[in-house]
């Protein structure tokens, strides 16, 4: 494979002197990137990149999925309307009933659904809002090290200290509570019932609980079915709203289609986006119960919330879904990933190395402090692309697509084995 090392450097020049200095992948892959396909990128030398980052979750099914691509030539080519707020289309009633026959009905899940904007952050702002609506109470519960969105209701359930600054105001109305095995010797979830049920604890009862059951931005942490059964418990005890942002971790990411379909809890409301459009377009989806429906018309809205290229992209990607095989292929690949990933733990044990995830949603945690972001770095030199995450980026992130071949696995762990064999010289 060619590396970067074996070209000229890319010329970064336009980005560094007109972009504003707020970007930050781009620091880590310092290249030009031109083309993808699959799970491969090639930049504008022709280095190509095995992508174990998949837009940071957003490219479940690979770069450039033929079929969708066709579909969306052939809509743009007859003139199919692109944009049209939150009107009904042919694209959005295409949407609405695959998504109801291939995802909803086989799983007796009973959900309306609301377009509340293209992204992330979007439909996190639209379930705490209408969380606090239907409740009539402010407080909203979240936990260590989640990561939730970047705009101020999604930020101020947010944990990065880093992220939270940049809010530039007091984030308000929400208590945060341990994660799972934040510390074993706190049980988080006995301190969250005993600061309900103490009427001098200072903490409200809250509208709703917000949690991802892997967190992703946070470290690759997974929560029990034991631990999210007793959330979803304490939830229906004190009549708190349970919402699961599924914005990384859903869309099959860990191995099922909702991340929180192995722990058999129903959440109220569940926020999805990244790869739900399939192609990479931004989509944004909050599934409530009907009887929370309580919107007037018009009360959360937003210009991109009827995307037409996002509902064609969306129903095309929902044919993965319509039976069980891609499901079983997706875990049976996080199974062997995972095995790899520790035979790497077990091959450096002085790194004091982690395998943490389920799924394809999988890293490494290091304790030695940088550690994980040089490991990155020198992947990219190889032609691996992959982040960090966690509060001191001190897990090497996996998001490999889906769709990833065996090949593509095997070639892109054995650059990750040489990366780490390699940034050991330099300690």
């Known amino acids: 494979m060619i590396t970067t090392s074996e070209k000229t450097e890319a010329d970064l020049s336009v980005f560094e002197s007109v972009e504003s200095e707020v970007r930050s ?4 892959f310092p290249t030009v990137f031109e083309k993808a396909k699959g799970y491969k990128l090639w930049d504008t030398r022709g280095v190509e990149f095995i992508d174990f980052f998949s837009g940071a979750g957003a490219l479940n099914y690979g770069h450039n999925d033929p079929v969708m691509k066709k579909k969306l030539i052939e809509y743009l080519s007859d003139d ?10 042919t694209a959005k009633e295409q949407f609405l009933k695959r998504f109801k026959e291939v995802i ?11 377009f509340p904007g293209p992204t992330g952050t979007n439909t996190v702002e639209s379930a705490l809002k209408l969380a606090r609506k239907v409740t009539g109470r402010n407080t909203v519960i979240s936990f260590t090290r989640a990561f939730h969105g970047m705009t101020l209701g999604s930020l101020s359930v947010t944990g990065n200290a880093f992220k939270r600054k940049g809010a530039g105001i007091p984030l308000t109305h929400t208590v945060s509570m341990p994660y799972d095995n934040y510390d074993d010797h706190v049980d988080s979830l006995t301190l969250l019932e005993r600061y309900l ?7 409200d009862l809250p509208a709703a609980i917000i949690l991802e059951t892997v967190q992703g931005e946070g470290g690759i942490n997974v929560a029990s079915s034991e631990w999210l059964k007793q959330v979803e418990q304490i939830c229906r005890r004190w009549d708190i709203l349970l919402i699961v942002d599924d914005v990384q971790a859903g869309c099959g990411r860990t191995g099922t289609f909702f991340s929180f379909e192995p722990a058999g809890i129903r959440p109220d409301l569940v926020c999805l986006s990244k790869s739900l459009s399939g192609f990479g377009v931004p989509f944004a989806v909050t599934l409530l119960r009907p009887d929370l429906d309580q919107w ?8 991109f919330r009827g ?5 064609l992209a969306a129903t095309e990607a929902l044919r993965f879904w ?3 095989t891609f499901e079983q292929e997706v875990q049976r690949k996080g199974k062997e990933t995972r095995s790899s990933l520790e035979q790497m733990v077990e091959n450096h044990p002085d790194l004091n190395g982690e395998v943490r995830g389920r799924g394809l949603m999988l890293g490494i945690a290091f304790s030695g402090k940088g550690f994980a972001d040089k490991v990155c770095a020198e992947a990219f030199q190889r032609g691996l692309i992959m982040e960090t995450s966690g509060p001191d980026g001190e897990v090497a992130k996996l998001l490999p697509p889906l769709i990833i071949d065996d090949e593509g696995l ?3 762990l054995a650059i990750l084995e040489e990366s780490i064999t390699e940034t050991k010289k330099t300690l």
């Open 296 to 303: 007037a018309p018009g009360e959360h809205n937003g210009t």
């Open 197 to 203: 049920e103490d009427k001098g604890s200072g903490v």
């Open 307 to 311: 995307h037409n290229l996002a509902f």
């Open 322 to 324: 319509e039976t069980d």
């Open 104 to 114: 909803l009905d086989p799983r007796n899940l009973d959900y309306k659904v609301m």
């Open 410 to 412: 095997e070639k892109g």
């Open 80 to 89: 199919g309307i692109v944009h049209s707020l939150d009107m009904a289309t």
């Open 25 to 28: 992948y781009c620091r880590s």
